[in-house]
């Protein structure tokens, strides 16, 4: 994901300590590195401690701040205060299931559908494939998954080309049994 490429919905899927938020750190300070900017949307403080928090009540601050920052998420503001300030930016949205849930309000919706026209790339994280709200699945444009132990079966009906995600999730656990943080990406 370059900082020009403003039109990725990728998720990050894998169990604890596969490496998944290591590898979305690198992904964010390549993108940094060109020039965008990033912010992690998080359920609590428990990740991402070197990080300062960017001001969601000054418009101004989520419109300029640069380089990576954060925000806890709160239902009542994160998702409409980012559709209508945050432009040319990637959006990393930490354990978004424990926020977000099953159904994805319609800020968001619209904030996925148009990201293009918001100039956004967004990283939707989560432990497995029952940990990512099913309408992802529907806007992603890559998936980025390591060993999990869910059941992907139970998203069969929402999964792209879902027989080529289940061979890449078998691939994936097997190698993973001799290194632990193999990964692949694999495009919707």
Do not use: W
Request: charged share 25%; net charge positive; glycine share 4%.
């Amino acid at each position: 994901m370059s900082a020009a490429s403003y039109e990725k919905f990728m998720l990050a899927l894998g169990a604890p300590g596969t490496g998944k938020s290591t590898q979305v750190m690198r992904l964010m300070i390549n993108f940094v590195k060109r020039g965008g900017r990033v912010l992690i949307l998080m359920a609590d403080d428990s990740e991402y401690q070197t990080v300062d928090y960017v001001d969601f009540e000054d418009p101004q601050a989520i419109r300029s701040f640069k380089g990576i920052k954060k925000t806890i998420f709160d239902t009542e503001y994160t998702t409409s205060k980012i559709v209508n300030h945050l432009t040319h930016c990637m959006i990393v949205m930490e354990d978004c299931m424990s926020y977000y849930g099953n159904a994805i309000p319609i800020d968001l919706r619209r904030m996925l559908i148009r990201r293009r026209h918001y100039h956004l790339n967004t990283i939707a994280v989560g432990h497995g494939f029952t940990e990512m709200p099913p309408k992802f699945f529907t806007f992603a444009t890559d998936i980025m998954l390591f060993q999990t132990l869910d059941n992907i079966k139970k998203r069969k009906d929402d999964i792209k080309n879902y027989y080529v995600m289940e061979a890449a999730k078998r691939r994936i656990d097997q190698k993973a049994q001799h290194d632990k943080y193999y990964f692949e990406i694999i495009p919707q």
